[in-house]
């Protein structure tokens, strides 16, 4: 999809996250190259769209790829002293190492523009990734396992929902790839529990469940009210922040109170909270 490569890379340059959101569910080609070889990450890493950055990330888009002159996303970044963006490239792979066409690295570009919070992330050693963390493992997920599977319980019980064959489904929140990889790995257990819950008899109902973006959350709650049923939806997974957004959740609680008991929030707070903790750690 030719044109629709030029679209999102113009979206990713002019920091249109909506748009950009849009053009990648809808295919577009996220390594399209425009003027001097920039693709959508260089363009939205060069201008500092550290909204933007995580997502075309997330669409599998080549965090080292190079411009004319050898330039890459985290040398553009460094050379305009994108320091927002500059973590969430080396989360995303980067390779600091990398030299352009003259010889240099993010981390010089970086010292010749004088930018000295990103030397220091530069400079920083390279931390080794974290083993995997199972998150039944703390104590915040039995609670949290157990609430969902009450909630799950309490609607397929409810004489309503069983005489008008109800419809319910479980939802979460997608993260970035900083602060959503935790919650990713919450998600993951819970739905493998709830399975074995089911299978076990302790649950009543196996519904069915998805993730969706943020920006997608609104659309997703209004099929609560929609064909006539008896419908309900348990929104149980969402993160604490998604890059400077830091009310995530706050947000999400607020959109799903419109809808009063057709919708619950049964996300744990304390495991955003480890989430962030971890997060932060990784990023010095």
Known sequence: MPDQGKELYDAARNGNAARVSELLKS????????????????????????????????????????????????????????????????????????????????????RK????????????????????????????????????????????????????????????IEGDVVYGERTLQEWTALQADLDKGFKDGTLAERPKNSRVALEDLEEELEWVNKGGKVRYIIVASCPNR??????????VKA???????????TFSYAGNLAADFEANMRLG
């Open 242 to 251: 998604i890059g400077d957004n830091h009310k995530v959740m706050e947000q």
């Open 27 to 110: 295919g577009a080609d996220v390594h399209w190259k425009g003027s001097y070889g920039w693709t959508a990450l260089i363009a939205a890493a060069n201008n500092g769209h550290e909204a933007i950055v995580p997502l075309l990330l997330k669409a599998n888009a080549n965090v080292n790829a190079k411009a004319s002159g050898g330039w890459t996303a985290l040398m553009k970044a460094a050379n305009n002293g994108r320091e927002a963006v500059v973590p969430l490239l080396l989360e995303g792979g980067a390779d600091r190492e990398a030299k352009n066409n003259d010889g240099y690295t993010a981390l010089d570009w970086a």
């Open 113 to 172: 523009q004088g930018h000295d919070g990103i030397v220091r992330l530069l400079e920083a050693p390279v931390v080794a990734a974290p083993s995997p963390i199972d998150v039944r493992t703390e104590s915040w997920y039995v609670r949290y396992l157990q609430s969902n599977s009450d909630a799950i319980n309490a609607i397929a019980n409810m004489n309503k929902y069983k005489k008008n064959n109800g419809q319910l489904k479980i939802i979460g």
């Open 255 to 265: 959109m799903c109170a419109e809808y009063d008991d057709l919708v619950k929030c």
